[in-house]
């Protein structure tokens, strides 16, 4: 159970850095991501939830613009 809440607190802190990169305040991100969450849990079969988590894995690609946002110094 505590690596569960460990796991999950990992998660809020990785969403909230992920989308600070584009101006989200945290508060705002942590407020969207537990009514989601939510929202998901209570509404969704094992079908559709399985389906969630693969869309949230895919959204882990937003760390590829956001890389060219934050304009990384080059190694030359």
Do not use: Q
Request: overall charge positive; hydrophobic content about 60%.
């Amino acid at each position: 159970m505590i690596v569960d809440w460990l796991t999950l607190i990992t998660e809020f802190i990785g969403m909230t850095a992920a989308l600070a990169i584009f101006g989200v305040p945290p508060w705002l991100t942590v407020v969207a991501v537990i009514v989601l969450m939510g929202v998901i849990v209570l509404t969704a079969g094992i079908g559709r939830l399985k389906s969630w988590r693969c869309c949230s894995g895919a959204l882990n690609l937003v760390y590829i613009p956001g890389a060219f946002l934050v304009h990384p110094p080059s190694r030359t």
